[in-house]
Every structure is written in structure tokens, then in C-alpha cells.
């Protein structure tokens, strides 16, 4: 088994991915059962705490990727996801269960999803993402949080002292589970973009191919175990808030902070398929909630199948 060896890339792979999925399960526990212990709900929950945590791969990947690799790694790994969250993440959750959405997810939440979405589609259009671009990202990031932050509140102020006797207290466990699962991770997240760069660049296919497919939907695995598991416990309110909370911060503090760092480089291809692939997940993901607010079997299965059609006409 030598270094570089397709075998060594797999095991990185599997390793990495196991990681990721680890990690995740920790840092969502973790950080759910502290988010619940001061009394956020469910939806809240799962836009905020849950998608930002699950987000983190993504980040890692993306960094990693743009850093010593190509920038079309990071680019690749975030569209991919995204679509990959909308086609497959709540697609399988609802042909689990339907899913009901929440009032003020869709009204507060799906909007900035939308404008996360549009963003990323107008600014790379000129073929690049630069420094100007990620301070635009990371401004609407401000706007999001300030937003979450000011429905956070009126959720506080609302609740009762009887309620607040009857919420968890936070527990030194869940510290110690939010600190494991960063750790595991930055770690999974190395292995990941390591063993998938390498194997699929010596078989020859492109970075943004193993951005769009492996790396996506490795980092996506996350967002799908969180709401998948959700979605079987009838909490339908958390697995949507995971999809659209992490579609947000993909955009926004993902790309935002990696263009930052390194410009990104658009290429056509992206701007012919990739962005308009996003752009009609994300139309008819909201068109899916908006009618009856709900996401039914049938819309799942829409979904899921639209996303086989998304990767099937990604192969070269």
C-alpha cells in the first residue's frame, strides 16, 4: 500500500468522511442541547445552531481547497452542496416524512436563501469572486445574523418563568461535544479534500468536477444525517431550517470568507450549468414550500430524482 496509492486515496476518503459525519453528530448534539437549554425553539434551532455546525465542513473544505489547492474546489464543493442539501438532503427527509414549514422560516429565513443564491450568481458572473465581492457576502451574513439575532429575542421575552423552570441546564458534556466535533472536523475535512483530490485528479477529472460531486457531497452528509434523523422523529421544522440555514451560510460566510482570503475563479462552465442548477433548486425548493406550506412524498421525489439528473449531466 503505497503513499498516493488508490487504496491509501480511499481509505482517506472513507476516513475523512467518517470524520465529518462524527464530528457533525457531536457538534450538532452538543450544540443543540445548549441552544435548547436557553430556550430557542426547534425551527430557530436548526436555521442558526444546527446549519452553521453542519456548514463547518464545507468551510474546512473550502478553505483548505482554495488554499492549497484550486479555488474551484471551494466554489465546486459549495454549489454542489447546495444544490445537493435542496435535491437530496430534503428530498430523502421527505419521502421519510412530510415536511411542514415553518412560518417564520419561510417568511424570515427562505428570503435571505433566495438572496444568498442570487449573490453568488451575480457576482461571479464576471468570472471572479474577489475581495469587494466576499465584504458584500459577508455584509448580508451581518444582515442575516442581526435578523436571527432580533427573532431570537422576541422568542426570549416571550417565554415563561414556568417554561424556563422546565428547560435543560447546560451541561459541561456538551462544551466538551461542541469542541470534539470542530476538532474532528478541521481533521475529517483534510483527509477528505486530500484522498478526493488526488484520486480523482489522477484519474483526470477536472477540480470543479470534484468540487460539484465527491467533495459535495461528502460535506453534505452532515445537513443529510441531521435531517434525516430529524425527519424520522417528526420534527420537520428542524430538518427545513437545517437546509435553508446551511444554504445561507454556505454562501455567505463560506464563500464570503474564502474570497476574502484568495479571489475565486468562475468559469464558464460554472456560469452555464452550475449557477443555473443552483438558481432552479432554489426556485423550486420555495415553490415547494410555498404551495400548501408543506413538502409532500411526491415534491421528495421530485427532488431526489432532479438531483440524480444534476450529477448524471456532471459526468464528463
Known sequence: MLPGSP??????????????????????????????????????????????????????????GAVTVSTDIGLGAIVGSNVANVGLVLGVSALIRPLDVSDTVF???????????LLLVGLGWDGRIGLVDGVVLLAALIGFTAAVLRNVQQNQSAISEAERDEMPDAKARDVAAVVGGIVALVLGSRWLIDGGESLLSAAGFSDIFIGLTVLALGTSLPELAASVVAAVRGEAEFSVGNVVGSNIYNVLAVIGIVAVVTP?????????????????????????????????????????????????????
Open 7 to 64: 487504496l491509501v486515496e480511499l481509505l482517506l476518503i472513507a476516513g475523512g468522511v467518517a470524520l465529518l459525519y462524527a464530528g457533525a453528530e457531536l457538534l450538532v448534539s452538543g450544540a443543540s442541547d445548549l441552544a435548547l437549554a436557553v430556550g430557542l425553539k426547534a425551527s430557530t434551532v436548526g436555521v442558526t445552531v444546527v446549519a452553521f455546525a453542519t456548514t463547518a465542513p464545507e468551510l474546512f473544505v473550502s478553505l483548505l
Open 107 to 117: 417568511r424570515r429565513h427562505v428570503p435571505f436563501m433566495v438572496l444568498a443564491a
Open 264 to 316: 475565486i475563479g468562475v468559469s464558464p462552465a460554472v456560469r452555464g450549468f452550475e449557477f443555473p442548477a443552483l438558481l432552479a433548486f432554489t426556485a423550486v425548493a420555495v415553490g415547494m414550500m410555498a404551495y400548501g406550506e408543506r413538502i409532500t412524498r411526491v415534491d421528495g421525489a421530485v427532488l431526489v430524482v432532479g438531483y440524480g439528473v444534476f450529477v448524471y449531466l456532471l459526468l464528463p
